[in-house]
């Protein structure tokens, strides 16, 4: 499964963005990750496909809402309250378990940067 990551852009503190993840094919799980400048790449939020399951890190939860279409393969991160440390470049991946560790996703997207002025 290939996957494209779009939706990235330059928004001020407060602002929201949304996220587009578009696979090729049919997923299980579409997990969304982040990594910041001299960081290293951190779980943000995970849902099911099949069953619309979710998990959010901690450092979102309550500002960032993550949603598939009907059909399951585009998977969306709409994200709300955005703050200066949210900046990042944003990767979506698809894997078979529903989970945080990145080593189950086996397919990743190109990463879309995600820019929070204060």
């Known amino acids: 499964v290939q996957l494209q990551a779009s939706g990235g852009g330059l928004v001020q503190a407060g602002g929201s963005l949304r996220l587009s993840c578009a696979a090729s094919?049919?997923?299980?799980?579409m997990g969304w990750f982040r990594q910041a400048p001299g960081k290293e790449r951190e779980f943000v939020a995970v849902i099911n496909t099949a069953f619309g399951s979710k998990d959010y890190a901690d450092a979102v939860k309550g500002r960032f809402t993550v949603s598939r279409d009907n059909v399951g393969n585009t998977v969306y991160l709409q994200m709300s309250s955005l703050k200066p440390e949210d900046t990042a470049v944003y990767y979506c991946?698809?894997?078979?378990?529903?989970?945080?560790?990145?080593?189950?996703?086996?397919?990743w997207g190109q990463g879309t940067l995600v820019t929070v002025s204060s």
């Open positions: 991946a698809t894997g078979r378990f529903f989970a945080r560790r990145q080593s189950v996703f086996d397919s």
């Open positions: 094919g049919r997923t299980s799980n």
